[in-house]
């Protein structure tokens, strides 16, 4: 047995004569032997020094060899234990074996069988203990693994709002140069944005849909960047020519804004077809009813609110009761009735918006 050198044992019995005998036996066998003929002596050894396996009596004055074996697993998991007794009795080699000891040897025993026991208890000591150093070892690897996990999932959640604010930011100062042009209300792309948000709200859409709403309808006249100045600041009535020049911004904001991510498509789709009315006397294409996308129909209505509420250079505000009065009696001829109900059934959170997002130049009130 060449590798037994390496193994401490210890040997608890509290006769003399089968300490003699145990330690012996197994030093000629290559094993490192300490005696203890008590638990307390025990308890006392396997405090200085570990051992690799432990070899208990059962019947021993004080504590009981079952005891110190409960005692070796919950304190010195990495020392194995075999139980020796006189006692054939399989009901306490039941309740030994279930605490977690490896072997139970009756005496008396044949030199060969204690050898062998503690050879396969060692060889089941080392797999149990690769076993849980393994077990660590993935358990560890998961550990880091879902921290960086964790960490990763933070990182872009931030590089997320970030992109999010940026694209933010260059939204609004795309708007605010067609704003600074046109000198248009100042709060009027505040105020339509959200309405076409609230609408969406009210449709049941997901909160990211209407915040997707909310920011391609802030470009819903970008087109007017391209309409010449004379048409844009003309006070008057326009000719027949000057109508379509003016009309051209749909048709513009839509070559301005076309490209493939989701808000570029929204907000082209808004800005081409925010003029079309449900009855087809709209513009650019005169579309009729439901083929005039959604998000068109939507603009529709908080872009005309907006604009009839609001003092223009050419145009005085009307009340907001005035205005849906108009847009109510216009239901079914511009807007789609049933988004123009929601809408006006949202009159309270209406007016909470024109009271966040006033104009420099205040408007009539409500
Ligand atoms: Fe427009």
Known sequence: MPEAKKFRLLIVDDTEEALVFL???LEMNGYICAPAASAAEARELLQQQAFELALCDVNMPGESGLSLVRHILAKHPDTATIMVSAMDDTGIANVALEQGTYGYVIK???PNEILI??????????LEQENRANREKLEQAVLARTSELRETIVRLEQTER???QTQEDVIQRLVMAEELREKGAPGHIQRMSRYCALIAARLGWANDRCELTRLASTMH???KIGTPDEILFKPGGFTPDESRLMQQHTEIGRRI?????ELLMV????AWTHHEQFDGSGYPRGLVGEAIPLEGRIAAIADAFDSMTTKRVYKQAIPVEQAADVMRLGRARHFDPQLLKLF???MDKVLAIRRQYPDAERTPAS
């Not at 026991?117 to 080392?126: E, F, P, S, T, V």
């Not at 804004?257 to 991510?261: E, I, K, M, N, R």
């Open 23 to 25: 330690r012996s036996l």
């Open 108 to 110: 008396p025993f044949e």
């Open 117 to 126: 026991n503690i050879a396969n208890a060692l060889r089941r000591r080392k």
């Open 162 to 164: 970030t992109l999010r």
């Open 221 to 223: 006249d970008i087109g």
């Open 257 to 261: 804004l076309t490209g493939s991510a």
């Open 267 to 270: 907000a082209s789709t808004i």
């Open 344 to 346: 006006i059934d949202s």
